[in-house]
């Protein structure tokens, strides 16, 4: 069998991060500064991704320029949840309907 290929885009990876960089900074915010060391990337370059994610509600910036996670992660994250509690409930059912006692 051989090798998996490693051609991943280094922007998107970046990109992701940059989204872990952020993340459980959502009550107080990050500078850019932060974000930039913490990914190891110039400051520009971490600007233009933060701006990216901006762009589709990946990441927000406040008005003091902090910037913390935007609405679509945690969104994904609700719609995870509520898709697992449904699964949960159905296994349950299941489990109901097998682990009744005849009668």
């Given at each position: 069998?051989?090798?998996?290929?490693?051609?991943?885009?280094?922007?998107?990876?970046?990109?992701?991060?940059?989204?872990?960089?952020?993340?459980?900074?959502?009550?107080?915010?990050?500078?850019?500064?932060?974000?930039?060391?913490?990914?190891?990337?110039?400051?520009?370059?971490?600007?233009?991704?933060?701006?990216?994610?901006?762009?589709?509600?990946?990441?927000?910036?406040?008005?003091?320029?902090?910037?913390?996670?935007?609405?679509?992660?945690?969104?994904?994250?609700?719609?995870?949840?509520?898709?697992?509690?449904?699964?949960?409930?159905?296994?349950?059912?299941?489990?109901?309907?097998?682990?009744?006692l005849p009668g």
């Amino acid at each position: 069998m051989s090798e998996p290929t490693t051609n991943h885009n280094a922007a998107q990876l970046r990109l992701l991060d940059v989204i872990r960089a952020l993340a459980g900074h959502e009550v107080f915010g990050r500078r850019l500064t932060d974000l930039a060391a913490d990914v190891g990337n110039p400051e520009p370059m971490v600007l233009r991704d933060l701006q990216a994610l901006a762009s589709k509600g990946w990441a927000t910036q406040d008005a003091s320029r902090l910037w913390r996670l935007g609405p679509e992660p945690v969104q994904i994250a609700v719609q995870f949840s509520i898709g697992l509690r449904a699964a949960q409930a159905k296994v349950s059912e299941v489990e109901q309907r097998y682990t009744r006692l005849p009668g």
